[in-house]
């Protein structure tokens, strides 16, 4: 029984150490697939980030699909409500601009970002002139209930 016990850690050991070889071993043009179903269809965001970045640490000289990775990766940070989305836009910007059709989508997606900011500072401003508006109603209240009453 205890030599069937190690036999099998030592298979899920040696499983592990293959996965994660297998995930060092593929090519840029294998793993971004791959990050892009981990986003899009299974929403495992972490991971995906973790693989593009991976592909943008490993394959620097892959101009191509590190724009796609870089572009993807804020997307995933876009999706996750976080600013780093601008930051990696602005990079595919930057970094890749012979990439002409990630640098179009990295600039829509930018423009995008900043409408919807300023949408929602538009609201926030809105909200705070209401909830000013209401404090001061409150306030009024609070000084008619504390006036004393004169008898007549």
């Known amino acids: 029984m205890k030599k069937r016990g190690k036999t099998l850690s030592l298979i899920m050991v040696l499983s592990l150490i293959l996965t994660g070889y297998n995930l060092f071993a593929q090519t840029a043009e294998e793993l971004l697939p791959k990050a892009i179903q981990k986003e899009e269809v299974k929403g495992e965001l972490y991971e995906a980030i973790k693989t593009y970045q991976l592909i943008l640490d490993k394959y620097p000289d892959n101009r ?8 993807h990766l804020g997307i995933c940070y876009e999706k996750l409500g976080l600013d780093q989305a601008r930051q990696s836009y602005r990079e595919v910007i930057s970094k890749y601009p012979e990439q002409q059709d990630k640098v179009v989508m990295a600039r829509d997606r930018i423009s995008r970002l900043d409408v919807y ?17 209401l404090f001061k109603r409150w306030e009024l209240s609070l000084i008619h209930i504390s006036e004393p009453t004169r008898p007549y």
């Open 64 to 71: 191509e699909i590190c724009a796609e990775a870089l572009l």
């Open 117 to 133: 900011t300023a949408e929602l500072i538009a609201k926030a401003e809105e909200y705070f002139k209401l909830g000013n508006e």
